[in-house]
């Protein structure tokens, strides 16, 4: 993986514009579970049963239980050195921002700040009746809204719903903008985090694909290293520190 690393902080070096893409596989290195593995949130349930719009509104003894296991999780995992790196690199200018699948906000935890969360975050929870934000922590005690009664709910897309017109236009501007395209563990097998790798490509940007498993974009790359996030993100930002490497 050295020879990989050491082309990508050439990569990054030479960038003008590097946007970055993140996927389950980027919290995994944290400690939060991912969807569709052998191990994963999804394992022995049905999605649309106990995470979906519907599931919200007709099978709360299942919904509430899910979410509720899910931001314990959540409190409990901290920003892993990759997360770090990220923002590190976005202060000095290297990375332009990040699009990502998650929705832990571990990427603002470490101190990123352009960052697209396509899929909202499960630290707020919001009002379906009022639309008042609360603190996800407030669904770990209660259902009800404090201020209208009306039952809250994680402020992230459930199945069912569409992703926020907002977001996907920030995240299209980002894609379209970038000369270095970075995705870090996604499988990049639904729309739309399998289309902006495309987009990146179709606008002359060079594509990098970090997955411990491979994807259906990884004849588009560059370059495709089948490893550790964080252990690349380490040994890249030690090349780039090297001058004149």
């Not at 994963?40 to 979410?67: C, Q, T, V």
């Not at 923002?87 to 700040?113: C, F, P, Y």
């Not at 977001?167 to 870090?184: E, T, Y």
């Not at 002359?204 to 290293?225: E, F, M, S, Y």
Request: aromatic share 6%.
């Amino acid at each position: 993986m050295e020879r990989e690393c050491r082309l990508m902080a050439d990569m990054l070096r030479e960038s003008k514009s590097t946007v970055v893409f993140t996927g389950a596989g980027m919290s995994t290195e944290s400690g939060l579970p991912d969807f569709r593995s052998a191990q994963g949130l999804w394992r022995g349930h049905d999605p649309r049963r106990i995470a979906s719009i519907d599931a919200f509104h007709s099978n709360k003894e299942d919904f509430y239980p899910f979410y509720r296991q899910r931001i314990k999780s959540m409190l409990e995992v901290q920003p892993n050195p990759g997360h770090h790196l990220l923002a590190k690199w976005e202060r000095m200018g290297t990375v332009r921002g990040i699009i990502t699948q998650n929705v832990d906000r571990l990427h603002r935890a470490a101190g990123s700040l352009q960052v697209v969360e396509l899929h909202g975050n499960l630290h707020e929870s919001r009002c379906s009746r009022c639309g008042a934000v609360h603190s996800s922590k407030l669904m770990l005690e209660q259902e009800n809204c404090p201020l209208c009664e009306g039952y809250l709910r994680p402020a992230v897309v459930l199945f069912g719903e569409t992703l926020d017109e907002g977001n996907l236009d920030s995240a299209d501007a980002l894609s379209r903008a970038a000369d270095l395209f970075i995705v870090l563990g996604s499988s990049l097998e639904v729309s739309p985090a399998n289309w902006y790798p495309r987009q990146a490509k179709l606008g002359g940007a060079k594509l990098i694909i970090i997955n411990r498993d491979p994807t259906q974009l990884d004849h588009l790359a560059d370059l495709v290293i089948h490893g550790s996030i964080g252990e690349c993100l380490v040994r890249a930002d030690e090349f780039l520190a090297i001058p004149g490497n």
